[in-house]
């Protein structure tokens, strides 16, 4: 049986499809500026890339759980 994927995670498929893009060119984005706090990352998704606030807030939570941050 498998399980419902939770969390900041649930939201990558709908991210991958309305951004067009594997949530791993969004780490790789997201490792430019890996020296910022939390919402300044999310701010920057927002606005040099036009993600929605939930979906950045998403990627930058597991970018950040991932890289022990």
Same mark, same amino acid.
């Given at each position: 049986?498998t !399980? +419902?994927?939770q969390?900041? &995670?649930?939201y990558?498929?709908s991210? !991958? +499809?309305?951004?067009g893009k594997p949530?791993?060119y969004?780490?790789?984005l *997201?490792?430019a500026?890996? #020296?910022?706090?939390h919402? !300044?990352q999310? #701010?920057w *998704?927002k606005? !040099?890339?036009?993600i929605?606030?939930?979906h &950045?807030?998403a *990627?930058? &939570?597991?970018?950040r759980q991932?890289?022990?941050m």
């Amino acid at each position: 049986m498998t !399980e +419902k994927v939770q969390g900041p &995670a649930s939201y990558f498929p709908s991210i !991958e +499809k309305k951004y067009g893009k594997p949530v791993s060119y969004w780490f790789d984005l *997201l490792n430019a500026v890996s #020296d910022k706090k939390h919402m !300044e990352q999310v #701010d920057w *998704l927002k606005t !040099e890339h036009g993600i929605g606030h939930g979906h &950045a807030n998403a *990627l930058v &939570a597991v970018f950040r759980q991932q890289n022990g941050m």
